[in-house]
Structures are given as C-alpha cells and as structure tokens.
C-alpha cells in the first residue's frame, strides 16, 4: 500500500484510521478495520483500503478528503474513534509528533492495535512506555517502518541477504529533501530532521544492509537556514554509526536538494560496500547496480511481489502470517536515533 502524503499538510489536516476485524461474506477471511487519525506525515490511503486484502476503512477523524463512500464514518474526534467497538487498528499521522506517544498509548488501552508515522516517539523512554503497554493490552504496534520493503530496496536486501556483496563493511546513506516554505521549525511537530528524515537512512543501513547498528555519533547544523525562519528546526546533519560487526556506516542528511530538478523530493543514495564488491541505489532509485569481481549488474532486478509494509502488518493480523522483522528489529533503528539525538539535546547550547 503506498502512503498517502500532502506536502504542506504538516500541524494542520487531521487525518484518523482506525481497524477492527470485520466480518464479510460468509465463507471469506474477516477483514480488519482500520480509523485514519492525523494527516501530519504519510497516511494510509482510503482508496487503497477499498479494496485491501485484509483491513477495510471504516473511519476517518478530521480528514478533508472528498467522496468517502457513504458508509465510511467521520468523527470528529480521537475519542470517538476509540469509542468505536469496529475500529481494531489506527494508523497514527497525530498533528505533533510530540502528542503521537501518548495517542498510541490511548489507542492501545482502548483495545486497538496501533500503526503509527515516523518517528513514533521522541525519546527511548516514550518508547519503552508504548511497548509496555501494548505488551500489557496483548494489542500489537507498529511503526510505518517500509523503508526497504518498495523497490529498489527490496531488491538490494534481498541479493546482500543472498550474500551478493559478501561482509557486510560500510554502507553510506544520504537523504536530502527540498526546504520548503512549509518545513516545521519546531520539532515537536514533525519531530525534527534528525529523527524523521534519519529513520529511513537508519532502517536502510539495518534493514537493507543486514547490519545492526551498535552505537551513533551526530551532528546538526542550522548553518545556511533561510534567515526568516526562527526556532529550533535543523536544515542539515550527520551521524558516524559502528555497526555492530565491526563495520562502520555514515548518513548524510538535509534540507538542501535544490528545488526546480528532476531529482525526486527525497532525494536518496544507498551504497553498501562488502567484501565481495557493492550495491548501490542513487537519485532516489533511478539508477542501481551490483558491482563484483564477477561484473556488473545493471540495473537490479525487481524483488518479486514486494509488498508495502502495512499489507504485511495487516496480513499478519488477520491471518498469522509471519512479518519480515521481529519488532526489535524493526524499531531498533528508531531506538537508536533517539539515543543519538538526546545526546544532541544535551550537549546543545543553552539559550
């Protein structure tokens, strides 16, 4: 399923998913009823869920989209989805990143799983909190952790899983997306660049790679940020990372792709280098290729049938089928951006 995402939305739509298991004809698989909540990040889209496999939307709270089927239900409140005995999951776009912790605990003690938008919680301890509750509730959260699961990435965790490149030594990461008169500048709204432009280059080095990471050093600059635009928000950054085998990886991160070029809003480069040779994903996946004392192999081949992540949770769900990650391994990157980026806040000058 492919996100849904509005440039600009970011503090001002609200958007609610919620999902229950519902029953369908007699003889078919219950599917799971899902409430949109928030608009502020990448949603799940209600025409996609018109025809999903496995959840089917039964709720929306706060959204602006037009022609909802008539049964859909639109509520005009967190609350009222969570009153909602056919809602069994939320997806989570809360309208501050920092609210979002604490909506997820709401919605699991009310009985629903969660699916919530990057970052799903500002520090470890927020975290921690969630995991505890939803191990309390026996409700199940997740975090819209589909980085490497579109393509070209599935591709490239498929064939360094395969052991195409060999050892896994050092992998480079860089995401740089246009500023955008619209980019938060406080970071309780998006959560700031570290953490939600960082996760996606976390999950590759981990997710892609094949690779845990073992410890982080960053750095943030505001150097170069537009002069009218005042508060904490950071326009560029990197973190030194030790994998956990001894290897070592770096992410490149910023606000600065230049606007007005062919190159995607998310401009990204993927290149892990191994003891047999390397792959690579440049310009945002338009160009890919291995490279090993054998040849090159140019571009990739497409992973068959790669699924987005929430029809995976979904399925996972509704019929027991096994997620391509334990949950450590899919919030470990998330668990250690946030280590990271506390020890930014600490060390950062006091006003």
Known sequence: MRAWFRPGSFGVGLLCVAVTLLPVAAGAAEKLGVALYGSNGHQLRPDTLATHAHARLVGVAGVRATNLPPEVKRYASLDEVLADPAVGLVSLCSPRRADQARDA????????????????????????????????????????????????????????????????????????????????????????????????????????????????????????????????????????????????????????????????????????????????????????????????????????????????VAAHLVTGAALPLTLDEELHPLRMLLRAKETLRRSAPKP
């Open 105 to 312: 605990i709401r919605c699991l003690e009310a009985g629903k799983h969660v699916y919530a938008e990057k970052p799903s919680a500002l520090t470890e301890a927020e975290l921690d909190q969630i995991l505890a509750v939803a191990k309390r509730t026996g409700k199940q959260f997740h975090e819209m952790a589909g980085t490497v699961f579109v393509q070209p990435y599935a591709a490239m965790r498929r064939r360094v899983s395969e052991g195409a490149v060999g050892e896994v030594i050092q992998i480079l990461v860089q995401k740089s997306y246009r500023y955008g008169a619209t980019r938060p500048q406080d970071e309780a709204i998006d959560g700031g660049m570290f953490l939600q432009v960082g996760i996606h280059a976390a999950r590759m080095i981990e997710h892609a790679g094949g690779v845990r990471i073992a410890s982080i050093e960053g750095w943030e600059t505001t150097t170069g940020k537009p002069a009218k635009e005042a508060g904490e928000g950071k326009i560029a950054g990197v973190a030194q990372i030790r994998l956990e085998n001894g290897g070592l990886a770096t992410i490149v991160m910023n606000y600065l792709n230049p606007a007005g070029t062919p190159l995607p809003h998310g401009n990204e480069t993927l290149r892990i280098f191994g003891t047999k040779g390397f792959i690579e994903s440049v310009d945002g996946g338009a160009r890919t290729r291995l490279v090993t004392s054998a040849g090159i192999v140019e571009p990739l081949e497409p992973t068959p049938a790669a699924q987005d992540y929430f029809d995976r």
